[in-house]
Each structure stands twice: as structure tokens, then as C-alpha cells.
């Protein structure tokens, strides 16, 4: 059984994990992968396996996140019982990033009267210039 610390560790390596996924990244996982299973070749080959079926299940929608999240989180829980030498290596796998940009969408809707809409960038205007002073 872990301890909290370590299930939280495993939770956020999976989430990760899903992330590089669902952001096209799956090849950036191999080598991480191949060395948290370096120590048995057959775990190894089926991890390395699990990323592809995993990436195409997600990518055509035969998967949900949360079900490729918490087969990885067993995965990686199992992994990290039996060799606890890995736990740093299974935490910079939660704690680094996938690399996908962020993006801030905003909606707007205005109703009625008159609107005049403009960006201000520090001191610099964009938009209609006219009439201000």
C-alpha cells in the first residue's frame, strides 16, 4: 500500500501522462517510460505498447481520460511498490510539464445601447482612436 505522498505522486504522473496524450506528445513519453520499466523488459514492452493503444483510444474517443488515467495510476502504484528506488523518477514525471500551450478564451454578448469596444496595451490604444483625448 503507499503512502499518501506516493499516491499523490502516482496520480499526477498519470495525469501527465494522459496530458502528453491528448497534446500529440506520446513519443515524448517513450523514454521516460522505457526507464521506469528498465528493470523488467516485459513490463517494459507493454508499457511502450499501452502508450500507442492508449493515445489512439483517446484520439477516436474509445477511451475516457479518467479510465487511461487510472489504468497508468495502477500501472505506475504497482511499479513503485515493488521498486521505491523510482519514486523520484515517477515524481519529476508528475511535476514536469507536457509542453502544451494554454490558451484564455472570453465571450462576450452585449445587448441593447451602444457599445464601443478597444484594447489598451500599457499606454498604447488599439482600436477606434477617434474623439479620445
Same mark, same amino acid.
Given at each position: 500500500?503507499?503512502?499518501?505522498?506516493?499516491?499523490?505522486?502516482?496520480?499526477?504522473?498519470?495525469?501527465?501522462?494522459? #496530458?502528453? =496524450?491528448?497534446?500529440? /506528445?506520446?513519443?515524448?513519453?517513450?523514454?521516460?517510460?522505457? *526507464?521506469?520499466? /528498465?528493470? /523488467?523488459?516485459? $513490463? $517494459?514492452?507493454? #508499457?511502450?505498447? =499501452?502508450?500507442?493503444?492508449?493515445? $489512439? %483510444?483517446?484520439?477516436? @474517443? %474509445?477511451?475516457?481520460?479518467?479510465?487511461?488515467? =487510472? *489504468?497508468?495510476?495502477?500501472?505506475?502504484?504497482?511499479?513503485? !511498490?515493488?521498486?521505491? !528506488?523510482?519514486?523520484?523518477?515517477?515524481?519529476? =514525471?508528475?511535476? !514536469?510539464?507536457?509542453?502544451?500551450?494554454?490558451?484564455?478564451?472570453?465571450? $462576450?454578448?452585449? /445587448?441593447?445601447?451602444?457599445?464601443?469596444?478597444?484594447?489598451?496595451? @500599457?499606454?498604447?490604444?488599439?482600436?477606434?482612436? !477617434?474623439? *479620445?483625448?
Amino acid at each position: 500500500m503507499l503512502d499518501e505522498a506516493a499516491a499523490a505522486i502516482v496520480t499526477g504522473a498519470a495525469a501527465n501522462i494522459v #496530458s502528453y =496524450m491528448l497534446n500529440g /506528445r506520446a513519443d515524448a513519453l517513450r523514454d521516460r517510460v522505457a *526507464r521506469i520499466f /528498465r528493470s /523488467r523488459e516485459d $513490463q $517494459q514492452a507493454t #508499457s511502450l505498447r =499501452m502508450i500507442d493503444s492508449d493515445s $489512439q %483510444a483517446l484520439a477516436s @474517443g %474509445a477511451a475516457s481520460e479518467s479510465d487511461v488515467r =487510472m *489504468r497508468w495510476g495502477i500501472l505506475l502504484s504497482s511499479v513503485l !511498490e515493488s521498486n521505491p !528506488e523510482l519514486r523520484a523518477e515517477i515524481a519529476a =514525471m508528475a511535476m !514536469e510539464s507536457s509542453g502544451a500551450p494554454t490558451s484564455h478564451v472570453g465571450y $462576450q454578448i452585449n /445587448r441593447g445601447g451602444t457599445f464601443v469596444n478597444g484594447v489598451v496595451y @500599457g499606454g498604447i490604444n488599439a482600436g477606434p482612436t !477617434e474623439g *479620445r483625448q
